[in-house]
Structures are given as structure tokens and as C-alpha cells.
């Protein structure tokens, strides 16, 4: 990794012996090291591989990392999962297990792709190398999502495109794809009657022209692509890869518009709610407090789940970016600065979607809850999309809206697939590095064409059952792994140093305590939460028959495989006794590990001065 040049230098006629200077070879600047008679040696350090890609500013990073955690997760999951658990009453759990979970995974990750600047597959070989199959696992987790997660992006596209007209498409029933159910329920019509059985325009343009569900009986048949959401996918994936093609400095950039759209939206449509007939319903609706619900399992493992997929650790993005840091520089800090501006947006997004939803209720002439029903996509593109038609200027509110769910979601795709291209280009650097723009170009297209099943009209059951089982169970295992990992094998005292050597002070009893007792029982905690109550999948009028369990699970499986069959391929493949090659893959030498940081400075010199 570093090539060592050792120089004796000693005896008369030497600048040593003159009381002159010798020049440090390779200084770069002239740099010059007193001999005044004594035997001195100089030992120069240097780096054999490509120096490593940074970040051009510290806001680069800050708003990458907080596009990244900042999705469309807390625009509908979290507001919805705040009042279905009590309200305000939900802040309790929802903070406890942001402070004793969340965060300290959210600072481990970052002060892991920091120090050992490395990618998520390649860095085990400096933690512990039998665990190298959790970097694959993240890989092979990261496409799953990019299967179905930028589909979302691709319907708003289509509401976006839609949008551009004086009347928008959801607000009418005389369209070709409504049904005799539809009713034009705008706050003028006072003489329209809700029923039951009633479908707002909202509704139809979204699950019979968008999606074409009716289409489909099910995950038994999918049906034909839809050629209008494949153009609007495609587009999608083209920003997405001339955005991270170059690198960071590229998408560092990109985000500077992605990352800071979405909080100018929220604002405007924020102050918009709070205007609306109504908005105070949906305000008293989702902050009052219900304290008995907190006697309740169930509300405690949604604040573990939530606050564990809001903040983002486990996917190698927060290694990925880091590793692009300076190697000093203060992570602690942006740990605690990202995780909180991502659970103050989380809360503000309720009283962006609740305000609204107070408003409906108002008009509808029904309790809020009767509105609210709806959770995940469906909030976003039946609920919301109808309260913004309603709307003076909808045109405009409309364009806007879709704009920012478009820019959450494509945050996301950027730092998710950049921890994927980090992760290869780590682990295989002289095959990847200098054909980066050709690697991510065939990255881009696999997961469009793994996207095509979500494009068919059944494609809201596959992005369903992938939302469900294929990255949620196996992602959190991954992450248990991870955890046990670091603190237990490479050990906390040990990371702990590495964190002093790199920001200066070492870290307190409470991370100690949280990275080696509390983050692991948070993450078993939701493991077995789920284990113990699957969730009942179901979409629109469609149940998930017993088979699509199954189906899901191994979908999850198929990438956590990969962290036992690497263990047994790394000791087969390993020489020495079992005993050898189980400490030698579970213990990482300390003085290699040394020499290995001493690699990042471009010369490293030592002098041993002896008497001649």
C-alpha cells in the first residue's frame, strides 16, 4: 500500500556534518530537516492508489446527508403513524428511541466512513473480514429499493406533467376512466351527498388512469407495462445518473437544489394550510395527546421502526458519504445536526399534511379520522392532490407539491446508489475507478429494467410486497450484525480511539453504552417485534394471499444469504488451523491498522536520532 525510502545519512562532508540542512525527499515545498551531526533516518510514506475524491464544500455533505435522510417517509409515514399513536403522546417514544437508537447509529456509521474511508464493503477488511458479506447484503438491499422506490417518483412525474392544464385531471368525473361511483365532492357542491361506497375524482385518477389497477386481479397477474409511467421512469433514472456519474463533486451540487426545494414547499404550503377552513381540527387532531396508548407494544416498536428507517443507517450511504470527508473533520457535530433538522422536518410535515386533512374533514363534514385513513402513497396522490384541487391556484400548488416529492425521492436514489458505487469501486478499484461513468450507466440500467414489474398495471402490489418484506427485515439484520460487529469483535474501546485520533476527544460512557448494549437490543427489539406480529399486507380492496408471504420473505433473504455464505467462503478459503483462521478473521493486527491511516497523508516521516 506505501512504498518506504530509508536514507542513512552520517560521517563528514555531509551537510550533517557542516551544521547544514538536508532536504526531506518528495517535500514538495522545499521542506528541510536539521543534521547537525547526527545519524538520521528519514522515512518517506507515499500512497500508491488514486488520492481520494472529496467533498468541494462541507454544505455539500451536510445537504446530502440530509436529502438522504429527509424522504418521502416523513412527508406520509410519519405524520400518519404520529396520530394513529396517539399524537402528541407518540413525541415520547418517537425522541427516547431517536436518542438512545437512532442517533448513536446515525454517529457510528459516519465516524465508520470517516476513519477508514471506505465503502461499505471493502471497509471489513479493517473491522473484521469475516463480516465482509454484510457490505453485499447492503448492495444487493440498496437495488431492491431502487426497484420500486423510484416508481413513486415516476407516478408524481406523471401527476406533475398532468398538472399543466387550467383544470386539473382529479377534479372532474366526465373523464374516460371514471365510474359511476365518482363524486364531485368540491367545497361549492353542497348538494352532493358522500356515501360509502363513493370515490372521489382524486381516487379514480389515481388507482384507474395512473396506476391501471383495475387492470390487474393481482401479483398472479401483473398485466401489461404501462408505456406512459415507463417514459416517466426513464426520465427519472436520466436526471439520476447525470447527477451522480462524475462523483460527489457532481451530485454535491445537485443537492444544493434537491435538498433545500422541499423546505421552501413545506413552507409555502404550511402557511396555505393554516389558512384553510378547518386546519385547526387537523392540528388538534394530530397533536392531542392519547397517554394510554403508550401502554401499548405497538406504539413503541412504530417509534423504533420509524425512527430507524427516517434516519437511514444500514444502507452505506452514511459510510459512502463520509468517506469523502476530510479526515478530521467533525462528524460528531453532523451527526447530531442531521438527525435532528431530519426529526424537526418529520414534525413539521405533520402540520403540513394535518392542516390540510382538517380542511377536508371540514368540507366533507366529517371527523378527521374519517379522512385519514389512508396511509403511504395513497395520502400523498388521493388525499392530498384532492385538498390541493380544492384550492385557490390549485395549478400552481399542484406543480409545486409533485415538484417536491419528485426532489425527496430523487435525495434518496442519489445517496442510495452512491453508496453502491462507492461500495464496487472500493472493493474492485482497478477494474471500476477509472470507468466510473460506464459502471454507474449499467448500475442505472439494471434497476430500470428491475423496475418494469412496478410499471405494470399490478406494479402498486410489487411495490407493496417489496416495501414490506424485501428490505425492511433484512436491512435491520444487517444492521444487528453491523452493530455487534464493530463493538463486540473490532471492539468499542478500540473505535473509540480511532474516533479520538480522528476529532480530537474520545467519546462518552453514553455512546460507549448505547454502541454496545442499547443499539443492539433497539435493533432486536424491531426484529422480533415483526417476527411476532407480521404485518397484514393489503392494497385498495386487495389481500395478499398466503404464498406472497412467502415470496416476500425470500426476496428478504436473498440478500441477507449473503453474510453466512460469505463467513463459510472466507474460512474455506483461508489458510491455517480453524482456530487461526476464525481469530485472524475476527481480530483486525492494530499496528496494520496504523499503517494503514498513516497512508492518507502523502508523506509520513519519522527521524530516530542516535549520537554518532
Not at 455533505?61 to 399513536?85: E, H, K
Not at 376512466?177 to 389515481?206: G, I, K, L, Q
Not at 405494470?456 to 411495490?463: C, E, R, S
Amino acid at each position: 500500500k506505501a512504498k518506504c525510502i530509508g536514507m542513512l545519512q552520517e560521517g563528514p562532508g555531509t551537510a550533517a556534518s557542516s551544521g547544514g540542512t538536508a532536504s526531506v525527499p518528495g517535500g514538495g515545498t522545499g521542506s528541510t530537516v536539521p543534521m547537525g551531526g547526527l545519524r538520521t533516518l528519514v522515512v518517506q510514506q507515499t500512497s500508491l492508489e488514486r488520492p481520494r475524491e472529496t467533498w468541494s464544500k462541507k454544505m455539500d455533505f451536510l445537504l446530502s446527508v440530509i436529502g438522504y435522510a429527509v424522504d418521502l417517509g416523513n412527508v406520509w409515514r410519519f405524520p400518519y403513524i404520529c396520530y394513529q399513536n396517539g399524537g402528541g403522546a407518540f413525541l415520547l417514544p418517537y425522541l427516547l428511541m431517536a436518542v438512545f437508537g437512532g442517533v448513536p447509529l446515525f454517529y457510528m456509521e459516519l465516524a465508520l466512513g470517516q476513519f477508514h474511508r471506505s465503502g461499505c464493503i471493502s471497509i471489513w477488511k479493517h473491522i473484521c473480514p469475516i463480516f465482509k458479506g454484510i457490505g453485499f447484503a447492503i448492495c444487493i438491499i440498496a437495488l431492491y429499493i431502487a426497484f420500486y422506490y423510484n416508481t413513486i417518483m415516476a407516478w408524481a412525474l406523471y401527476y406533475l406533467l398532468s398538472s399543466f392544464r387550467p383544470t386539473l385531471p382529479w377534479t372532474t368525473c366526465t373523464n374516460s376512466w371514471n365510474t359511476a361511483n365518482c363524486n364531485r365532492y368540491m367545497s361549492s357542491d353542497h348538494n352532493v351527498s358522500w356515501s360509502n361506497s363513493s370515490t372521489s375524482p382524486a381516487e379514480e385518477f389515481y388507482t384507474r388512469q395512473v396506476l391501471q389497477v383495475h387492470l390487474s386481479p393481482g401479483l398472479h397477474q401483473l398485466g401489461s407495462v404501462s408505456w406512459q409511467l415507463a417514459l416517466c421512469l426513464l426520465f427519472i433514472f436520466t436526471i439520476v445518473y447525470f447527477s451522480i456519474w462524475k462523483g460527489v463533486k457532481m451530485s454535491g451540487k445537485v443537492v444544493w437544489v434537491t435538498a433545500t426545494f422541499p423546505y421552501l414547499v413545506l413552507l409555502v404550503l404550511l402557511i396555505r394550510g393554516a389558512t384553510l377552513p378547518g386546519a385547526w381540527r387537523g392540528v388538534v387532531f394530530y397533536l392531542k395527546p392519547d397517554w394510554e396508548k403508550l401502554l401499548s407494544t405497538t406504539v413503541w416498536i412504530d417509534a423504533a421502526a420509524q425512527i430507524f428507517f427516517s434516519l437511514g443507517p444500514g444502507f452505506g450511504v452514511l459510510l459512502a458519504f463520509a468517506s469523502y470527508n476530510p479526515f478530521h473533520n467533525n462528524c460528531y457535530k453532523d451527526a447530531l445536526l442531521t438527525s435532528s433538522v431530519n426529526c424537526l422536518t418529520s414534525f413539521l410535515s405533520g402540520f403540513v399534511i394535518f392542516t390540510v386533512l382538517g380542511y377536508m374533514a371540514e368540507m366533507r363534514q366529517q371527523d378527521v379520522d374519517a379522512v385519514a385513513k389512508d396511509a403511504g402513497p395513497s395520502l400523498l396522490f388521493i388525499i392530498y392532490a384532492e385538498a390541493i384541487a380544492n384550492m385557490p391556484a390549485a395549478t400552481f400548488f399542484a406543480i409545486i407539491f409533485f415538484l417536491m416529492i419528485i426532489m425527496l425521492g430523487l435525495d434518496s436514489t442519489f445517496a442510495g446508489l452512491e453508496g453502491v458505487i462507492t461500495a464496487m469501486l472500493d472493493e474492485f478499484p482497478h477494474i471500476l475507478v477509472k470507468r466510473r461513468e460506464w459502471f454507474v450507466f449499467g448500475l442505472v440500467c439494471v434497476c430500470y429494467l428491475g423496475a418494469l414489474s412496478t410499471l405494470t398495471y399490478g406494479g402498486a402490489f410489487v411495490v407493496k410486497l417489496f416495501e414490506e418484506y424485501a428490505t425492511g427485515p433484512a436491512v435491520i439484520t444487517v444492521v444487528l450484525l453491523e452493530v455487534i460487529a464493530v463493538s463486540w469483535f473490532y471492539g468499542t474501546n478500540r473505535f473509540c480511539n480511532d474516533i479520538q485520533v480522528m476529532l480530537g476527544f474520545y467519546p462518552g460512557f453514553f455512546w460507549k453504552v448505547c454502541w454496545v448494549a442499547i443499539c443492539p437490543c433497539f435493533l432486536l427489539f424491531i426484529i422480533i417485534s415483526f417476527l411476532a406480529f407480521p404485518p397484514e399486507v393489503r392494497l385498495f380492496d386487495y389481500h395478499y394471499p398466503p404464498w406472497t408471504t412467502v415470496l416476500g420473505y425470500c426476496i428478504g433473504v436473498s440478500s441477507f444469504i449473503c453474510v453466512p455464505a460469505y463467513m463459510v467462503y472466507h474460512l474455506l478459503n483461508a489458510r491455517g488451523t480453524f482456530k487461526q483462521v476464525l481469530y485472524i478473521s475476527t481480530t483486525i493486527n492494530v499496528m496494520c491498522s496504523f499503517l494503514f491511516k498513516a497512508s492518507f497523508s502523502s508523506y509520513s516521516i519519522l527521524l530516530l536520532h542516535m549520537l554518532s
